[in-house]
């Protein structure tokens, strides 16, 4: 299966910074690479496809970008409905994996 | 507008069986395939099991090759997961997931249900 590892696991951020997540995979996916958001006793919800492509009605405070096997998905702006926990996923292969997390926490 | 309801979920012993459900509404149901995905408590998300939009093809990961079995009913725009032999490490909320297409290659999520949880106890 191919791993995928997000760091940092948590980052402490204050309203207006512009922070960014890297999503690494163990071998090449190519962009086929999805970023979710999920807020507690949540489900998760679609941020960004194909690595760059900003989902309908998302902010365009998100971006994406990457390829290969290094991924970032970056805030600029940071509001408070952003504070949550972001997951990547690859859908290259079968099983699609996700990375572990990485929690956006107030600074 | 596009909603994902699953039920089924709850308390069963260590080698039990539960069967999930997954209600769709607000979109053709047959033309997308559909993905169980699990979270277990404070953990991270497990793609488990996946089935294309006509339900000719399932995949499953490894860890439950054997004991699950994702199946669907076009006609009631449903998707069901038996779950059989379950085990402590199969506590989890369970996650009925919609793909953008019809196949199961290159699935990405648009639309989540709210999950459903399964405690696996004595």
């Known amino acids: 299966d191919i791993q995928m590892t997000q760091s940092p696991s948590t980052l402490s951020a204050s309203v207006g910074d512009r922070v960014a997540i890297t999503c690494r995979a163990s071998?090449?996916?190519?962009?086929?690479l999805a970023w979710y958001q999920q807020k507690p006793g949540k489900a998760p919800n679609l941020l960004i496809y194909?690595?760059?492509s900003l989902e309908s009605g998302v902010p365009s405070r998100f971006s994406g970008s990457g390829s290969g096997t290094e991924f970032t998905l970056t805030i600029t702006g940071l509001q408070p409905d952003d504070f949550a926990t972001y997951f990547c996923q690859q859908y290259s292969i079968y099983p699609w994996t996700f990375g572990q997390g990485t929690k956006v926490e107030i600074k | 507008e596009v909603q994902l309801l699953e039920s089924g979920g709850g308390l069963v012993q260590p080698g039990g069986s539960l069967r999930l459900s997954c209600v769709a509404s607000g979109f053709t149901f047959s033309n997308y395939a559909m993905t169980w995905v699990r979270q277990a408590p404070g953990k991270g998300l497990e793609c488990v099991s996946t089935i294309t939009a006509s339900g000719g093809s399932t995949y499953y990961v490894d860890s439950v090759k054997g004991r699950f079995t994702i199946s669907r009913d076009n006609s009631k725009d449903t998707l069901y997961l038996q779950i059989n032999s379950l085990r402590a490490e199969d506590t989890a909320v369970y996650y009925c997931?919609?793909?953008?297409?019809?196949?199961?290659?290159?699935?990405?999520?648009?639309?989540w249900g709210q999950g459903t949880l399964v405690t696996v106890s004595s």
């Open positions: 071998q090449s996916i190519s962009g086929w």
């Open positions: 997931a919609k793909a953008p297409r019809s196949s199961s290659s290159y699935n990405y999520f648009d639309c």
């Open positions: 194909k690595a760059s």
